[in-house]
């Protein structure tokens, strides 16, 4: 099965590895959390008794912004140890040092991209969960099912939605070497290869879930470790899905064999 050896492999390319994801990814992430941590526990007394909305919404003009600096600090952190990777991966390019060099010509690519592969997967997963809505709201009315199946269109839109993150990923390593590849490019690249797809989709779900497990379970058990064990598992779970586009990447496009 394709998709399992694609994520197999990606999985034991970042294990492989290790030290170099250590030396492109654990500085960034490392700072990145210890920001994230600071800011929001400042702000933690305001959270009691709210929900998330309300807690942002309650928040002040300059705690509103330092917010969302945080946010696009940890964005631009995140596709800056993305870009990093692919490179090493693709070119060759190993760290030289414990912060990998920051490419701004990459970096505004990637956001492009970003833009139009979440924009196209946001209209997809829209189409697609109001067609199931629909359906359901006729056939519960009609006391064919229960209501509680009217979740189940939010939960197929949001897999439908990232799927096709999943899929049109392609260009994010293109973006990060400096190779051409749109969105209409990948769709053509990637057809007929749904089955692998949606096989690496519910590992990457499944993957998800676990890591949030784990760093809850750590959290729970030692607090004061709850930092470090979340910049690192995250750090690695991403560099695995980072990978699987990589290794797509290079077998769909650049017709690699798997190692």
């Not at 929001?40 to 330092?66: C, D, I, K, N």
């Not at 945080?70 to 995140?78: D, F």
């Not at 189409?127 to 189940?152: D, H, K, S, W």
């Not at 064990?229 to 290794?247: G, K, N, P, Y």
Request: aromatic share 16%; charged share 10%; net charge positive.
């Amino acid at each position: 099965m394709l998709g399992w050896k694609i994520f197999v492999h990606s999985m034991w390319m970042v294990y492989r590895n290790r030290r170099e994801a250590l030396r492109i990814g654990l500085i960034p992430s490392t700072l990145a959390a210890i920001v994230s941590y600071f800011f929001l526990r400042s702000l933690a007394p305001r959270f009691s008794g709210q929900s998330w909305t309300e807690w942002v919404s309650s928040m002040g003009v300059f705690s509103q912004v330092g917010f969302g600096l945080v946010i696009a600090a940890n964005i631009s952190v995140i596709v800056w140890i993305f870009i990093a990777w692919h490179r090493f991966v693709l070119l060759e390019e190993f760290p030289q040092g414990w912060i990998p060099p920051v490419r701004g010509w990459c970096v505004v690519k990637y956001f492009k991209q970003s833009i139009k592969v979440l924009a196209v997967a946001w209209i997809i997963s829209f189409g697609v969960g109001m067609a199931f809505l629909v359906l359901f709201t006729v056939l519960t009315n009609a006391e064919l099912l229960p209501r509680a199946v009217l979740i189940l269109p939010t939960i197929v839109s949001m897999f439908v939605s990232y799927f096709f993150v999943f899929r049109l990923g392609l260009v994010f390593p293109a973006a990060a070497i400096g190779h051409s590849l749109s969105v209409r490019e990948v769709f053509l690249i990637t057809k007929g290869k749904n089955g692998t797809l949606l096989v690496l989709s519910f590992i990457q779900i499944f993957g998800l879930i676990m890591t949030s497990w784990l760093i809850d379970t750590v959290a729970a058990a030692v607090p004061t470790a709850a930092l470090a064990t979340e910049a690192l598992v995250q750090l690695f779970f991403s560099l695995i899905c980072v990978s699987v586009w990589t290794t797509l990447f290079g077998v769909f496009v650049e017709k690699r064999e798997l190692s």
